[in-house]
């Protein structure tokens, strides 16, 4: 099962900020093709700068992943309120990944804060697949020991909405999964800053988000 094995030490612990922790890296400048577009059940468009220069090899499963569409239509089935939202399992147990080989940890320095995203794995520190995870909160005491490749830059209260539970009675799911290079209609004026600190705007100009209706579920794997 791939899930967060210090998910229980990180909530009973806290999720306290170490003042002698060193600055993250500074975030590059965003670009359509390092830029994951989450299109969700709970009614909008989520944004996630992805950092290739950070876990590279992490940054081209989830691209390769996504183009396949391989997301489309899977579940957050395992989702803790303050603490995090995981999905990215096309069997929706926890259980499932891609037929992709898993991925050897790229552990940094970007921290666990509200809108990491980070990649699951089992007891392995190598296995990685294709399940990740959104931090609804701080969750410092798992920095360094899971794989962080991202972070939310636009639509969080769209991730806020996902339904909670282990699993959900009623599941939120990705109605969509893309590369915003991959867009029609795109505009990245610029670049985002402080990403490891705060959560940062990101003015985009990007065609609607489909309609929950309109996308069948993923199939799983063969």
């Known amino acids: 099962m791939r899930f967060l094995w210090t998910a229980v030490t990180a909530l009973v612990l806290g999720s306290v900020v170490n003042a002698q922790t060193a600055a993250p890296p500074v975030a590059p400048p965003l670009t359509a093709e390092n830029t994951l577009v989450l299109d969700l059940s709970t009614g909008g468009r989520v944004m996630i700068a992805m950092r290739p220069d950070i876990a590279p090899k992490h940054v081209e499963r989830i691209k390769t992943l996504a183009r396949q569409h391989f997301y489309d239509g899977t579940i957050f089935h395992r989702v803790i309120d303050g603490f995090m939202a995981q999905g990215g399992d096309p069997l929706g147990t926890g259980t499932g990944g891609s037929k992709l080989p898993d991925l050897k940890a790229e552990f940094n320095d970007l921290p666990h804060v509200r809108g990491a995203v980070a990649m699951a794995r089992a007891g392995s520190v190598d296995s990685a697949n294709s399940q990740f995870y959104i931090c609804l909160a701080p969750a410092l005491k798992l920095d360094r020991n899971y794989t962080v490749w991202g972070r ?18 009623n599941p939120s799911k990705i109605v969509m999964a893309s590369i915003a290079a991959d867009k029609v209609a795109l505009a990245v004026p610029g670049a985002v800053t402080g990403m490891g600190t705060s959560t940062p705007t990101l003015p985009m100009m990007i065609a609607p988000a489909v309609a929950p209706a309109a996308v069948s579920p993923a199939a799983p794997p063969k």
């Not at 939310?152 to 009675?169: N, T």
């Open 152 to 169: 939310v830059v636009s639509g969080m209260e769209f991730v806020d909405a996902i339904e909670k539970g282990e699993p959900p009675a």
